[in-house]
Nanobody
Framework: QVQLVESGGGSVQAGGSLRLSCAASGYAQSNYCMAWFRQAPGKEREGVATLVSDGTTAYADSVKGRFTISKDNAKNTLYLQMNSLKPEDTAMYYC????????????????????WGQGTQVTVSS
């Protein structure tokens, strides 16, 4: 059974940094593409950063240059390093995964996600 468990959220002031982690179990990360999404109150869930198995990455324009997605296959863990945080980054952040080879990757649309974590809250104050 695939499980994704996020951690690392919290409250920071604008300009601060956080690193989110997503511990995956039940499958090998090398066979899946993974991504981070976020959802702010009253807004739709949106893709933040996506990672394909060959190391290709892509970012939403709003976080480009500030956020970095990476993974450690040995630990089966996905990361999101968030620097220069802004109040508009405040949201619940979700780890997501989908199997390769089914036309779902790279993950950008929430409708294509096969597995979600429970989310971790990030709050940035001005």
């Amino acid at each position: 059974q695939v499980q994704l468990v996020e951690s690392g959220g919290g409250s920071v002031q604008a300009g601060g940094s956080l690193r989110l982690s997503c511990a995956a179990s039940g499958y090998a990360q090398s066979n899946y593409c993974m991504a981070w999404f976020r959802q702010a109150p009253g807004k739709e869930r949106e893709g933040v950063a996506t990672l394909v198995s060959d190391g290709t990455t892509a970012y939403a324009d709003s976080v480009k240059g500030r956020f970095t997605i990476s993974k450690d296959n040995a630990k089966n863990t996905l990361y999101l390093q968030m620097n220069s945080l802004k109040p508009e980054d405040t949201a619940m952040y979700y780890c997501a995964a989908a199997p390769l080879g089914q036309g779902l990757c790279p993950l950008w649309a929430p409708s294509t996600v096969g597995y979600w974590g429970q989310g971790t809250q990030v709050t940035v104050s001005s």
